[in-house]
Every structure is written in structure tokens, then in C-alpha cells.
């Protein structure tokens, strides 16, 4: 009877151990769990590239490197125009308020301005009272 108590006792053992390295695991990926999922997806989306690249290509070396540099320029060259239109943007607005053409009331009373203040959970007046 011992015996069998004694095979529990170990499993259990076993369980708690695994459990806790487990969490110890988990809090120490924690910060790139977000970094490894998105890893995860591009890896799974670029994949037939890759496969078709080494089908065509004489070298799995040299088809890794045009799968990278075919995502680099398909991620980059969208993202340098996103940034060059923000660049603009921002510029605008730094004449526009330099000039007096634009206030913060300006800004605040936008609809749009509304929307993201409410949907963020704070108000324009709280960003006013927190600028003075």
C-alpha cells in the first residue's frame, strides 16, 4: 500500500516540478512572447517564397538571403513612405501651430481627436491640465 502511495507522492513531485520550471520559463520569456509569435507568423508566411526560391535557385544559402532581402524591401519600402507621410504631416502642424494658423483647441475639438480621447479613456482637458 506504501508502495503505491509512494509512486504518487513522486508523480506528484514530478507534476509540481514541471509546473514550476514552466512558469519560471514563462516569466522569463515573457518580454518576447510577442516578439516570437510575430517571428512565428513570418516564418509561416514566407515560407512558399522561400520554398519556390530554392526550387529555382542552385543554393538553399542564397535562397534564404532573397527570401530576407524580398521581405526587407516588401516591409521597408511601404514603411519609409508611411514615415515620409507622418514627416509631412508633423511638419505641417509644427508650421501651422508656429504660425498661429492652428491652436490645441484646434486639435482637441476634431472629431477624430474626440473619438481616440474617449476610445484611449481620457479627455482633452486632461492632456490640457497635464500641459499647464
Given at each position: ?31 518576447f512572447i510577442l516578439t516570437i509569435f510575430f517571428a512565428i507568423v513570418l516564418a509561416i508566411a514566407l ?21 530576407i532581402l524580398i521581405a526587407l524591401v516588401g516591409a521597408g519600402v511601404p514603411l ?53
Amino acid at each position: 500500500m506504501s508502495e503505491g502511495g509512494g509512486i504518487l507522492q513522486k508523480q506528484l513531485w514530478h507534476l509540481g516540478v514541471l509546473l514550476g520550471v514552466s512558469a519560471l520559463l514563462f516569466f522569463v520569456l515573457q518580454p518576447f512572447i510577442l516578439t516570437i509569435f510575430f517571428a512565428i507568423v513570418l516564418a509561416i508566411a514566407l515560407h512558399p517564397l522561400f520554398i519556390f526560391l530554392k526550387r529555382h535557385v542552385v543554393r538553399e544559402t542564397l535562397a534564404s538571403l532573397l527570401t530576407i532581402l524580398i521581405a526587407l524591401v516588401g516591409a521597408g519600402v511601404p514603411l519609409y513612405f508611411i514615415a515620409a507621410q507622418v514627416a509631412e504631416e508633423s511638419i505641417a502642424v509644427y508650421q501651422r501651430v508656429g504660425a498661429g494658423t492652428l491652436s490645441f483647441s484646434d486639435i482637441t475639438e476634431h472629431p477624430t481627436s474626440q473619438r481616440l480621447t474617449h476610445l484611449l479613456g481620457f479627455s482633452p482637458e486632461d492632456i490640457t491640465s497635464g500641459l499647464g
